[in-house]
């Protein structure tokens, strides 16, 4: 399978992140990877043009040539639900356009991991969110969840609403941010039990990167049909 979905049981929980760390991991194995975040909302204007930083960070750690604007089509700036962005900035998400990019940096790449908005129904516009795109491409989803208090009920949501669009759970990262959560422990391995998926990775807090990335990229191509 050629491209992979990252979602998230939240925004902030480390989708960038993962996707960073899978992209590194990629590139040092000699994998021509690039990440996408077709629709970005909370950007800098920088030299007069709309830069948001998860691009950028996908962007660097793919050490991609592709411009900025194939890799964030649609970038907005106040950070604020990419439709009502879309709509303050008088423009209405295509979901053409953003296959369209995919396809395009898919031509280019042997793997390509597309970085949503948000969680798993953020809206695009008016009639389709995030997940119905994923679903017209079937393509498989990585969730990450950060563990916090109330992640157990918001990654088995998200796993339902994933499987129930017919779209394959390919497996979850355990995302442990600060502030460290109580029963770390427990809660992982209820997950474990309750989402039918594998746990790819834990990453603690700051955890070593090139390590983690390795490892997550491994579990990740086991699980991943071959090209
Ligand atoms: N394992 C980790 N160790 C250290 N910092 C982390 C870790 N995971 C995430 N972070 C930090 O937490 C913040 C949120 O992570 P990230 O930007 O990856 O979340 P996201 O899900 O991509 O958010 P968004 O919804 O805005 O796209 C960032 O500052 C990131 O650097
Ligand atoms: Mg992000």
Not at 123 to 138: C, K, R
Request: glycine share 10%; with cysteine; proline share 5%.
């Amino acid at each position: 399978m050629k491209t992979l979905f990252i979602t998230g049981t939240d925004t902030g929980v480390g989708k960038t992140h993962v996707s960073s760390l899978l992209l590194s991991a990629a590139r040092a194995a000699g994998v021509r990877a690039c990440g996408y975040k077709p629709v970005a909302s909370g950007c800098e204007r920088i030299d007069g043009e709309l830069r948001n930083e998860d691009a950028l960070a996908l962007q660097a750690a793919a050490g991609t040539r592709e411009p900025y604007a194939a890799i964030n089509p649609y970038a907005f700036e106040p950070a604020i639900a990419p439709h009502i962005a879309a709509r303050q900035a008088g423009v209405t998400i295509d979901l053409g356009r953003l296959t369209q990019g995919a396809q395009q940096l898919e031509a280019r790449h042997d793997w390509l991991l597309v970085e949503g908005a948000g969680g798993w129904l953020v809206p695009l516009n008016e009639q389709a969110s995030f997940a119905d795109w994923v679903a017209a491409h079937g393509w498989p989803v990585l969730l990450v969840v950060a563990m916090r208090l109330g992640c157990i009920n918001h990654a088995l949501l998200s796993a339902e609403a994933i499987r129930s669009r017919g779209l394959r759970l390919i497996g979850w990262v355990a995302n442990e941010l600060p502030p460290a959560q109580p029963q770390v422990d427990d809660n992982v391995r209820t997950l474990e039990q309750r989402l039918d998926a594998p746990l790819l990775a834990r990453l603690s807090c700051g955890a070593a990167g090139a390590m983690a990335g390795d490892g997550l990229l491994q579990g990740l191509r086991a699980r991943l049909p071959a090209r």
